[in-house]
């Protein structure tokens, strides 16, 4: 059954685009409008314009995940958090995501598996997320994050993560995403 | 370690907000002016406000997995895809949740496990997605769904799952994350 994800199933058109609000390199959206495989035309269809971005499960030698305890604006109290970014324009997404390893935690990592790409809002887009397990995570150099929040590096073990996990303790769609399918291969 | 995770980091002050951007129910954009914990004030941080949302994993008596073949505006190729929906206006989470099963596959379930509650934008809010777990799941009415976009609903046993969702063949963060955090329960 899974077999069948061929495209048999009609698509919908865009028509035209149009900007209608930009906020720097963070924000863009635009109207669209779209036409239904039936005909049917919808005007102003809201599409938002966020930049992709990676996060990574980091996982040492002797098996600690790399975690935070951070807040973030639009999340409830402390949360934990994994390493995680934009790209910049033009940048891979694995050359990201080893960048933002580095930066936030000041360690690289010898084995990169892809955990997927996945589209943020499947009507209106807001970007793509990027996963990444990295394995064999060892401390090289001094941190030298540029973020505006406070956060605060912590090694857990699997255990703790799945606990946190369990209890919600990840408050990000993407974060407990990426835990969630990181888990399934560790 | 964990257990640290009380409020005693300090979070950002919203001084103020301004719509900027308004298409009907499903998308607003504010600018909010925050104010950081060491003083420095923001200007203009985009703030997107989208409805909140469900989504579903629904299983049947027979352990089969109630999932969609689906296409989505913001989605490339057809995807798996699992129930899901907008809240209505003052809806509670689990009673969308149980009229989304309902009208989307025409099943109901007699056990019903909430998977959390995740802030899709870390930064921006967009809305939060509310996960649940739907056991015992049975036929009792036709579907009746009002989306516009063709979709075509699958049983599907736990090893078809499995093997889409490593596969990244559902292409949407929300019904990843929710088919990763539902197989942990089962």
Redesign the interface.
């Known amino acids: 059954?899974?077999g069948?994800?061929?495209?048999?199933?009609?698509?919908?058109k865009t028509l035209s685009r149009e900007t209608?609000?930009k906020?720097?390199k963070?924000?863009r959206?635009e109207?669209h409008t779209?036409q239904?495989?039936d005909g049917r035309v919808?005007e102003?269809?809201?599409?938002?314009i966020?930049p992709d971005f990676i996060n990574v499960v980091a996982v040492t030698e002797a098996g600690e995940f790399l975690c935070f305890?951070?807040?973030?604006?639009?999340?409830?109290?402390?949360?934990?958090?994994t390493v995680g970014g934009y790209l910049e324009p033009g940048e891979e997404p694995l050359a990201a995501a080893q960048r933002e390893l580095l930066e936030e935690t000041g360690y690289e990592a010898t084995q990169w598996i892809a955990l997927?790409?996945?589209?943020?809002?499947?009507?209106?887009?807001?970007g793509t997320?990027h996963f990444f397990l990295a394995l064999h995570a060892h401390y090289v150099a001094e941190r030298n994050a540029d973020d505006?929040e406070?956060q605060?590096l912590?090694l857990?073990t699997r255990t703790?993560v799945e606990?946190?996990?369990?209890a919600?303790?990840?408050?990000?769609?993407?974060?407990?995403?990426i835990v969630?399918?990181a888990?399934?291969r560790l």
Chains 1, 2 share one sequence.
């Not at 997927?116 to 807001?126: E, L, S």
């Not at 606990?163 to 369990?166: I, M, V």
């Not at 919600?168 to 995403?177: I, M, R, S």
Request: glycine share 6%; net charge neutral.
């Open positions: 059954m899974i069948a994800l061929t495209l048999s199933m009609q698509t919908w209608v609000l906020r720097g963070f924000l959206v109207d779209v239904l495989p919808i102003q269809w809201p599409w938002v966020t305890r951070q807040v973030k604006y639009a999340v409830t109290g402390e949360a934990l958090a997927g790409q996945y589209r943020v809002d499947a009507n209106r887009g807001a997320a505006l406070e605060h912590l857990l703790e606990a946190a996990l369990d919600d303790q990840f408050k990000a769609l993407p974060w407990a995403a969630a399918l888990l399934r």
